[in-house]
T-cell receptor, first 117, second 114 residues
Framework: GAVVSQHPSRVICKSGTSVKIECRSL??????MFWYRQFPKQSLMLMAT?????????EQGVEKDKFLINHASLTLSTLTVTSAHPEDSSFYIC?????????????FGDGTRLSIL | GENVEQHPSTLSVQEGDSAVIKCTYSDSASNYFPWYKQELGKGPQLIID?????GEKKDQRIAVTLNKTAKHFSLHITETQPEDSAVYFC?????????????FGTGTRLQVTL
């Protein structure tokens, strides 16, 4: 149980393109989903917390107009990287929290490797 | 906010030996500590977690210990196998207002050699 599916797994596109990444909880409802960014050989950096039916909460230094997050249902959150540039190239990973309590497990998708040419 | 330190950054053990990874945290209010295994090109996989009301938890070859007084917790893998080779991350839930966010350690690259 607790499977999180993330699509696409790999995106290569030209500078200036907007890219949408989907994160789905397949066998549970996720009130809260999270979006992370990971640079090579580094740890995960939280970008934003996405709550179903409300605006996302962004971490300091993350541009909300650059990284648009939508969490319209209990099983789907999307991250759109708008007008992507080479510096946006990275590994983006979503996670979904099981249950509503503060100390519930988070399960991760398999990530999306974004390469901007 | 919460700060999690993890050691060592790399660890090489022979197949069959044990591996121990240690983490410390700063926020005494933290009370949930998961461990994740990340294989190359994949997302982190939850392998075990512990809450602050227990001092130890075991699941087959994996165990986690927690010392709340010292604010440190450790992952123990016994009888290591080549498929245990991966990057392992510890994490802690830090509380900021009503938000509960995972703060990750810097990761340990475990290599199990034959």
């Amino acid at each position: 149980g607790a499977v999180v599916s993330q699509h696409p797994s790999r995106v290569i596109c030209k500078s200036g393109t907007s890219v949408k990444i989907e994160c789905r909880s397949l066998d549970f409802q996720a009130t809260t989903m999270f979006w992370y960014r990971q640079f090579p050989k580094q740890s995960l950096m939280l970008m934003a917390t996405s709550n179903e039916g409300s605006k996302a909460t962004y971490e300091q230094g993350v541009e909300k107009d650059k990284f648009l997050i939508n969490h319209a249902s209990l099983t789907l959150s999307t991250l759109t990287v708008t007008s992507a540039h080479p510096e946006d190239s990275s590994f983006y990973i979503c996670s979904a929290k099981v249950g509503r309590g503060p100390n519930q497990p988070q399960h991760f998708g398999d990530g999306t490797r974004l390469s901007i040419l | 906010g919460e700060n999690v330190e993890q050691h060592p950054s790399t660890l090489s053990v022979q197949e069959g030996d044990s591996a121990v990874i240690k983490c410390t945290y700063s926020d005494s209010a933290s009370n949930y500590f998961p461990w994740y295994k990340q294989e190359l090109g994949k997302g982190p996989q939850l392998i075990i977690d512990i809450r602050s009301n227990v001092g130890e938890k075991k699941d087959q070859r994996i165990a986690v210990t927690l010392n709340k007084t010292a604010k440190h917790f450790s992952l123990h893998i016994t009888e290591t196998q080549p498929e245990d080779s991966a990057v392992y991350f510890c994490a802690a839930i830090g509380h900021t207002g009503t938000a509960s966010k995972l703060t990750f350690g810097t990761g340990t690259r475990l290599q199990v050699t034959l």
